[in-house]
């Protein structure tokens, strides 16, 4: 499912992966030069695969709009290629 929420609210990355586990999400940002900073805007979520191409409507819509938009998260089942999980020691 996609949830837009379009919010006002400037984010981490690490925030909003916190708040939406599991689940890919559409970010705005202030400009080129502010894509390093990992933060943004965060417009909409999609919460399951099935709704990763509406995902990538917005995006697209947004972009014909002139926003500069990033797509973050993961769905975490498992399909990167790669290394499959990530140990972290204690």
Known sequence: MLKILDEKVLRTDNE????YKNCKYLCIIDGWDKIADNDGYLYCVSTSEESLHE??????RL??????????????????????YEYREE
Not at 16 to 19: A, F, K, P, R
Not at 55 to 60: A, G, N, Q
Not at 70 to 78: F, R
């Open 16 to 19: 909003i992966e916190s708040l």
């Open 55 to 60: 995902l990538i409507d917005e995006r697209d």
């Open 63 to 84: 972009q014909t709009e002139g926003k500069i938009c990033c797509i973050g998260g993961s769905y975490n089942n498992g399909g990167a290629i790669g290394v499959q």
